[in-house]
């Protein structure tokens, strides 16, 4: 049922007493009330695409390491990785570097995992991805860790377009974020990065 407020206020000019009245919302003439536009309008979501950010232009091992071994990461505090578990198989992510631009999109292939239980194929064979040399790298020391707050968590994603940071694709208007993943509802974006790294958009 429609609710309105009426506020009052009272003042005086020397012998002469005034009542001022103010709605909250203005009333109509049949008696509905005019609703306040939402401050904030979510744009629809189409229920595949994800946005993830993988630091930052001056810190690229993180990518190098997601598009070597076809993964996605997170770690530093549950704050930061916890987005991750949204990620699940069969949804589509687009790869963002700070800094830089869109590097790659991939297609979730499992749930999230804690780094040190990761494996990866090379040339075949499945090994640790702990035991792969790049991961030696100060922030990935505590990989191993079973501490929430230290380790790091993946995710498993079959890359369908990568490009190296130097030829990442930006331009003013497209969407980025400093959350480490969220769902992407910029259909501009979108359209414009799947176009940059040909891929067809009717294409699941």
């Known amino acids: 049922m429609p609710i309105n407020a009426v506020f009052f206020r009272h003042f005086n000019d020397d012998d002469r007493d005034y009542l001022a009245r103010t709605w909250l919302l203005d009333p109509q003439p049949d008696g509905e009330t005019t609703q306040r536009p939402s401050r904030r309008k979510s744009r629809p979501w189409n229920g595949r695409d994800f946005y993830c950010v993988l630091d930052r232009v001056d ?78 790298a100060e922030k990935w020391k505590n990989a191993a860790s079973e501490d929430p707050d230290l380790t790091e968590m993946v995710v498993p994603v079959e890359w369908l377009s990568t490009r190296p940071i130097e030829d990442a694709v930006w331009e003013r208007g497209l969407f980025s974020s400093q959350h480490v993943a969220c769902k992407l509802r910029d259909e501009n974006t979108i359209r414009t990065v799947e176009s940059a790294f040909g891929l067809d958009p009717t294409s699941d």
């Not at 963002?96 to 297609?107: K, Q």
């Open 59 to 136: 810190q690229p091992d993180r990518w190098s390491i997601a598009r070597k071994y076809g993964l996605l990461s997170a770690g530093g505090g549950s704050r930061y990785w916890k987005p991750l578990r949204h990620l699940i198989p069969g949804k589509r992510v687009f790869a963002y570097v700070g800094g830089a631009g869109y590097v790659g999109i991939g297609r979730v292939t499992g749930e999230m995992a804690p780094a040190r239980a990761a494996e990866v194929e090379i040339d075949g064979k499945i090994h640790p991805l702990l035991d792969q040399p790049e991961l030696s």
